[in-house]
T-cell receptor, first 114, second 112 residues
Framework: EAQVTQNPRYLITVTGKKLTVTCSQNMNHEYMSWYRQDPGLGLRQIYY???????DKGDVPEGYKVSRKEKRNFPLILESPSPNQTSLYFC?????????????FGQGTRLTVV | KQEVTQIPAALSVPEGENLVLNCSFTDSAIYNLQWFRQDPGKGLTSLLLIQSSQREQTSGRLNASLDKSSGRSTLYIAASQPGDSATYLCAVKKTSYDKVIFGPGTSLSVIP
């Protein structure tokens, strides 16, 4: 089954404790990205990657890091989480170059930073 | 800068009604437009994808149209059911490499 898998689904952590949210897709997609969703602000892109070893900032990259060492994985790293990073996070993937290519989303990771 | 809006923000209808959700975008030069459904606290499920060269797509009780020149898309839901209750998001892509820009969503409640 084609899917984007995020882990963990839920996470509560303390300020300053480094964490990683993993994202994996099994569709051989080139393009992957991370979004956060906040009430009243909608979905905003954090980082994206057009292929292995190619990453770039989205709209709200501050406080986040990403890496793309393999095509299927695109982890989101919070080196020193802060309470304003409490949010619902989504990973997405899609093929590039085709107008009929859908964006597939993971089930989300609800992060609470206390 | 591309901006996407959705009207109405919330909608409550009795079961069985046909309904229309609206999506507007400011830059008509889009690659495709996608409609998603999101259940509370859950992920996004893709409903329909319309390429820039297409005018509509259908899937079951759902029909989505696209008018690029006016910057509008509509999602038509026929014979609504309580299970259709969710938030519906539209999103546009400017190029094949671009991020997906989302509208704020329409929260739909279908009353039994």
């Amino acid at each position: 089954e084609a899917q984007v898998t995020q882990n963990p689904r839920y996470l509560i952590t303390v300020t300053g404790k480094k964490l990683t949210v993993t994202c994996s897709q099994n569709m051989n997609h080139e393009y992957m990205s991370w979004y956060r969703q906040d009430p009243g602000l909608g979905l905003r892109q954090i980082y994206y990657s057009m292929n292995v070893e190619v990453t770039d900032k989205g709209d709200v990259p501050e406080g986040y890091k990403v890496s793309r060492k393999e095509k299927r994985n695109f982890p989101l790293i919070l080196e020193s989480p802060s309470p304003n990073q409490t949010s619902l996070y989504f990973c997405a993937s899609s093929r590039k170059g085709l107008a009929n290519t859908e964006a597939f989303f993971g089930q989300g990771t609800r992060l609470t930073v206390v | 800068k591309q901006e996407v809006t959705q009207i109405p923000a919330a909608l409550s209808v009795p079961e069985g009604e046909n309904l229309v959700l609206n999506c507007s975008f400011t830059d008509s030069a889009i690659y495709n437009l996608q409609w998603f459904r999101q259940d509370p606290g859950k992920g996004l499920t893709s409903l329909l994808l319309i390429q820039s060269s297409q005018r509509e797509q259908t899937s079951g009780r759902l029909n989505a149209s696209l008018d690029k020149s006016s910057g509008r898309s509509t999602l038509y839901i026929a014979a609504s059911q309580p299970g259709d209750s969710a938030t519906y998001l539209c999103a546009v892509k400017k190029t094949s490499y671009d991020k997906v820009i989302f509208g704020p969503g329409t929260s739909l409640s279908v009353i039994p």
